[in-house]
Every structure is written in C-alpha cells, then in structure tokens.
C-alpha cells in the first residue's frame, strides 16, 4: 500500500478545517442575535471563530493545492502522538463528566493535569512523577481558581461549584 501524497493530507486537513468552520456557522445561525447591554449578542462568538476558520481553512486549502506546505520539511512530519490525544481527551471527558459533581476549579484541574501529561507524552517523557503531578494540580488549581471567581464573584455568572458559597 503506497503512502498518498503529503499535498493530497495537507489538503484534507485543510477542508477539515474548512468543514468545521461551516459547521460552526451552521450552529450560530440558530442563536438568537439580540444585543445585550455590552452591544454584543450571544451569537457574536461563535460567528467570530466560525468565519477566522473558514479563512484559515481557504487559506490552507490554497496553500495546499498550489505546492503544499512550503516550509515544512519532511524531517517535519511526525508520527501522530495517540498516547498523548488519550491523555487530552480524557481530560476534556473527564471535565464535561465532572464539572456538576466536583465543581469547576477541580474538574479544571483535572483536565489541565492529563492534558498536561498528554503533552508530555508527545514529546517522549512517559514517566509520571508524583512531583511533577503535584506541581501541575497546583499550577491548575492557580488558573482554574481565579477564573471561577472572577466569573462567579465579580461577572454574577453561575459556573458549577462544589459549595454554595460562590467562592469553591
């Protein structure tokens, strides 16, 4: 079985892209527009990032038919990290499984420790370290905290917290 062409990957990558920038649009046509106060409907979001990746994923498309990507190098091409994408998935299910039972700063945590690990992975340090495992829980609970506050205590947004209380 031959390998097909790197502009012929290149390609589907692009359209890939492409694809999920036209899904995107084709969710934020069913939000409603209604401005609020800040001037900004609820739908402005997802219409931003829907259009930047049907830029990109044009911009990629051409790129790829005309000569594929020009400063990659083969030596650039790299085996895909599957170990790593469990780790980071694992992390994204375990937040969505997680948010409404543990709350948002650990359920946060939690992703950020495994996505962490994924990364690690992909750049061949398989070992897990308690220290090093320690370290990113407390790295995580030092983003994951500030955010659930300044959402919570200062924008009056409800995330899912593990007390009452606004604070945890």
């Known amino acids: 079985m031959t390998q097909p062409h790197p502009s012929t990957l290149q390609t589907i990558v692009a359209s890939g892209v492409l694809l999920i920038g036209l899904g995107l649009a084709a969710g934020a046509v069913s939000i409603p527009s209604a401005a609020g106060y800040g001037g900004v409907g609820p739908n402005f979001l997802p219409w931003l990032v829907s259009v930047a990746l049907m830029v990109c994923g044009v911009f990629m498309v051409w790129e790829s038919r005309t000569g594929g990507f020009r400063a990659m190098d083969d030596a650039d091409c790299v085996a895909p990290c599957w170990s790593g994408f469990a780790w980071v998935s694992s992390g994204l299910l375990a937040n969505a499984a997680l948010i409404t039972t543990i709350g948002f700063i650990f359920s946060c ?16 340090k398989t070992d897990l370290q308690v220290s090093r495992l320690v370290k990113d829980t407390l790295i995580g609970i030092a983003i994951a905290a500030p955010v659930y506050w300044m959402f919570t205590q200062f924008l009056a947004i409800n995330l899912p917290g593990l007390t009452s209380t606004g604070w945890l």
């Open 109 to 124: 945590t939690l992703c950020f420790v495994l996505a962490v690990q994924g990364l690690r992975g992909s750049e061949g």
